[in-house]
Structures are given as structure tokens and as C-alpha cells.
T-cell receptor
Framework: GAVVSQHPSRVICKSGTSVKIECRSL??????MFWYRQFPKQSLMLMAT?????????EQGVEKDKFLINHASLTLSTLTVASAHPEDSSFYIC???????????FGSGTQLSVL | KQEVTQIPAALSVPEGENLVLNCSFT??????LQWFRQDPGKGLTSLLL?????REQTSGRLNASLDKSSGRSTLYIAASQPGDSATYLC????????????FGKGNQVVVIP
């Protein structure tokens, strides 16, 4: 089946550090990728939608200058958490929509801990 | 705004019993509905996708039904196994310009050996 690779799986960093998370669709082209945030025992919350070659669309309340999204190719999107603070600690998950069948495939997630 | 509710939030069943997980959504104008499985600290695995024009989808021991007009979907897992223990998430995709995915909070399932 289709695979989405998300790296790194875990990041522990100091406050003020910028963290980049990569999301790759390995065997399909994804014109659209999504970034989610999940707090413990809560549902996924959509942060932004990124379309290849264009600017990401951010959900209300999500700071675009804090969460920088780049979708430079049909198989790669990156999320950079700029100057991370402890309140940014969370589980971040990406997903990619297979253009041929509309199915969504998810990465394995990145647990970010900001000290 | 689409609201997705999953009931029950958590349940435990003995091995071998059938599981019934419910999902309801407030806006029936959906493109599709998808059921996912999430293991602790992991990403999501897609289980079944039902297009808005379909009534159900089946894969092995899993069967998902969709009643779009009443805003409901049910995931059935037959003859549950301990390996089925996980959180099951229901998500709907809106139509047209509202193609975002709206998730429920999940059904946390424990299958007792």
C-alpha cells in the first residue's frame, strides 16, 4: 500500500530552536498534503493545507510565521516550527492525498518536546 | 462547521465479540468518509474509505456503513482480537471549497484476551 514517510519521529530541543519536520509520499504523487497537531487524548486538529507549488492555507488561529510550510514537490512537504517554545510541544502528523484515488495516507507522526 | 462525534469514547470487549463503533456528523454534504486506526504515539492507518455515493465498504473482518442523509457511519469489526486494540478515528471530507478533513475524537478500543 501507499506509504508516507515522516521524519524525525521524535525531537527534543531547547526553547528558541527551529525544528523542521519532513513528510514524503514514497510511491505516489500528492498534490495536497495536510499538517495536523494532536494533543494527548484529543482528536487531530488541522493546522494547514499545502498544495504543491503554492502557498499553504492555514486554519484559523494557526500562526503562519510560526509554522512554516513548504510543499516544493509532489512528494515532499516540510513543516518548520520557528523558534519553538514549550507550548509548541505536541504530536505533529502529516498526511498526503493520493491524486489518483483521493485516499489519505498518514505519516507516523513526530513527537516534539521543547524544553 | 462540520462536527464529528464518535460514540462510545472508550470500550472494552472480550476477545471474539463483535465491535460496533459509531460516528455521526452534522453536515451531510460530504465528499467521503474514512475510518482510521491509530496506535499510541503512532500515525494513522487508513482502514476504509466510503465515497458519498456508496453505502458500505468491506475489508476482511471490517465493514463500514454510511447513511449520508442521517449523518451516520458505523464501523463493524467481526470476531475481535487483542491486536484490534487501538483508537479508531472517523473523518469526513467536505465538498467543493470546503475539502478539509474533520475528525472525531476517536473510539478507544481494548480487546481483552
Amino acid at each position: 500500500g501507499a506509504v508516507v514517510s515522516q521524519h524525525p519521529s521524535r525531537v527534543i530541543c531547547k526553547s528558541g530552536t527551529s525544528v523542521k519536520i519532513e513528510c514524503r509520499s514514497l510511491d505516489f504523487q500528492a498534490t495536497t498534503m495536510f499538517w495536523y497537531r494532536q494533543f494527548p487524548k484529543q482528536s487531530l486538529m488541522l493546522m494547514a493545507t499545502s498544495n504543491e507549488g503554492s502557498k499553504a492555507t492555514y486554519e484559523q488561529g494557526v500562526e503562519k510565521d510560526k509554522f512554516l510550510i513548504n510543499h516544493a514537490s509532489l512528494t515532499l512537504s516540510t513543516l518548520t516550527v520557528a523558534s519553538a517554545h514549550p507550548e509548541d510541544s505536541s504530536f505533529y502528523i502529516c498526511s498526503a492525498r493520493d491524486a489518483t484515488n483521493e485516499k489519505l495516507f498518514f505519516g507516523s507522526g513526530t513527537q516534539l518536546s521543547v524544553l | 462547521k462540520q462536527e464529528v462525534t464518535q460514540i462510545p469514547a472508550a470500550l472494552s470487549v472480550p476477545e471474539g465479540e463483535n465491535l460496533v463503533l459509531n460516528c455521526s456528523f452534522t453536515d451531510s454534504a460530504i465528499y467521503n468518509l474514512q475510518w482510521f486506526r491509530q496506535d499510541p504515539g503512532k500515525g494513522l492507518t487508513s482502514l476504509l474509505l466510503i465515497q458519498s455515493s456508496q453505502r458500505e465498504q468491506t475489508s476482511g473482518r471490517l465493514n463500514a456503513s454510511l447513511d449520508k442523509s442521517s449523518g451516520r457511519s458505523t464501523l463493524y469489526i467481526a470476531a475481535s482480537q487483542p491486536g484490534d486494540s487501538a483508537t479508531y478515528l472517523c473523518a469526513v471530507t467536505g465538498v467543493g471549497g470546503n475539502n478539509r478533513l474533520a475528525f472525531g475524537k476517536g473510539n478507544q478500543v481494548v480487546v481483552i484476551p
